[in-house]
């Protein structure tokens, strides 16, 4: 795909998250693509919240974090003969891509990454995969964090087989093995707080706040939908963000 292609998809995938959701926290893997794409989310975003909540000063509270728990999976299943060489620093991507420098302000240390810190290994086995992407599903989804709660809408930027795993980890009722996953698709997924079943009614409420024995049940709205490029000139093709 073109490269221009790309970057209108990224635009009009911005678009429409930012005009459905709106959201305020954006974490995305580290790949160059996929920051293009999580910094025209960001922008789009932010442009959004202005007009909403009508913030003329300061900066809109729009959170941008780079982690490598995103990553591309480390497979040669997806790199072929090559294998994956070490990423630029933060600050140099930015400084090689100056549309993207006004993330800077918005964005945590790249060293900083709240779910993990360091690359995946090469070679990065299907169980790996599946346990970095639990550790995700684990950090967003915890009551402790209060994410979903803080936040509302996340958006989480990562890659084609991360987006299968993740959506398969989320909502089980899906087939998302069966499901290609092309660039810059959209799955879209709701979460619902659920009382543990383990305690009698009358003393829920005083074990959840002791013990916040709650679980996320996740639906799935949207499985690596295309829907919103039909006006860009781009035809989608494999290993997408979400």
């Not at 900066?59 to 294998?83: A, C, H, K, M």
């Not at 996953?181 to 383990?198: A, I, N």
Request: with cysteine.
């Amino acid at each position: 795909m073109p490269a221009g292609d790309g970057l209108k998809q990224a635009s009009a995938t911005g678009e429409f998250i930012a005009s459905q959701a709106c959201p305020t926290l954006i974490i995305s893997s580290p790949y160059l693509r996929c920051i293009q794409t999580a910094g025209r989310i960001a922008a789009a975003a932010i442009c959004h919240r202005k007009q909403l909540l009508h913030e003329d000063s300061g900066i809109p509270q729009v959170e941008f974090v780079v982690d490598p728990s995103l990553s591309e999976w480390s497979n040669p299943r997806t790199y072929g003969t090559l294998t994956p060489g070490p990423l630029a620093p933060y600050d140099e991507v930015l400084k090689g891509n100056p549309e993207l420098t006004f993330l800077r302000p918005y964005t945590l240390a790249y060293t900083s990454a709240p779910i993990q810190s360091t690359m995946p290994r090469w070679v990065e086995d299907v169980m790996a995969l599946h346990s970095r992407c639990q550790r995700v599903v684990s950090w967003v989804s915890d009551p402790h964090n209060g994410l979903v709660r803080r936040h509302g809408s996340i958006v989480l930027v990562t890659h084609g087989f991360s987006v299968v795993m993740l959506g398969a980890i989320l909502d089980p009722t899906v087939p998302w093995h069966n499901m290609p996953s092309p660039y810059c698709c959209l799955s879209h997924m709701t979460t619902e707080r659920r009382f543990c079943s383990c305690c009698p009614s009358p003393l829920q409420d005083q074990f959840l706040q002791a013990h916040h024995e709650t679980r996320s049940v996740w639906k799935t709205v949207l499985a690596c939908s295309t829907e919103h490029l039909k006006t860009t000139t781009a035809s989608p093709e494999d290993s997408a963000s979400s």
